[in-house]
């Protein structure tokens, strides 16, 4: 068994957190960081997924199943203090907002929810989006008929989660690359601050913002848009 980080904060110790999409590549970060830092950790994901979390198999529990199965996130989420939820885009069966309403629905009342998106969500029509964005969206719309992806269904899933009243974060990741951590990523309330204009960030600080998000109650009911603290626009709005 690897053993936890010894430089990370044990914030976790002593509660109980839900990983849903936890084999997927942002959901096998967040499980590391979370074992980092103390939590107990229960993982959903599709049953033929569930080799995919091989590697924890004896820090955590597993629990396989289709996320927007409300029987399976039901169990899951009994007794967590927090639900870190992947929103994903593909397939055209509302998993995404199956997913978000069953997460909302079962996780125990106070708990706090915390949701994977992109920037292309809006919570209140006030960011501002490059060309290659909105053309990125219209393209992915059009080829809905393909049955691969839906990405109205993300936005039925945010939807939901802003109207929840729960103590929700839709954290709205920028495109993403591989690589070690490079630390928290920074965030703006709107895309189309100069903050985000790099427009990248580091998935492994993807997932480590999402796990911190659930000990910082200044995200709660919002939804911050990230970047990575290394990029070239995080650096420059540091020293203006
Ligand atoms: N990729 C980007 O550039 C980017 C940019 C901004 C934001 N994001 C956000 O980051 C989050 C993670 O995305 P990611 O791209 O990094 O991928 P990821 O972490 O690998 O997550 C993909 C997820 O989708 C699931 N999945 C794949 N095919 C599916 C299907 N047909 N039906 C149901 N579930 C399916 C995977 O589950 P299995 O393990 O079971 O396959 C996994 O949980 C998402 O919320 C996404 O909106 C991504």
Known sequence: MEPSNPIVPQ???????????ASG??????????LDRGYEVVGVCREQS?????AF???????????NDREVIAKAVEGCDAVLTVLVPWGVHDYASGTARAVIDHAKPGAR????CGWHITRDGE?????????????????RFTR?????????????????????????????????????????RHVGDPLLASNMTRRIDFALFMVEAVTDDALVQEAP?????????ALAAHQS
């Open 25 to 34: 590549k942002l959901g096998r970060y967040m499980v590391r960081h979370a």
């Open 225 to 233: 848009a990230i970047v990575g603290c290394k990029t070239p626009s």
């Open 148 to 188: 691969l992806v839906d990405m109205d269904d993300q936005y039925r899933a945010t939807d939901l989660i802003f109207k929840s009243g729960t103590r929700w974060t839709v954290v709205r990741g920028s495109d993403l690359e591989e690589g070690p951590s490079e630390g928290l990523p920074v965030w703006a």
């Open 11 to 21: 914030t976790g110790v002593g509660k109980r957190i839900c990983i849903v999409g």
């Open 57 to 67: 198999a004896d820090r955590i529990t597993v629990v396989g199943g289709d996320t």
């Open 113 to 116: 929810l915390v949701f994977s």
């Open 50 to 54: 569930v080799p995919k979390l091989a």
């Open 127 to 143: 960011d501002v989006y490059s060309w290659k964005i909105r053309a990125a969206v219209a393209f992915a719309r059009l080829i």
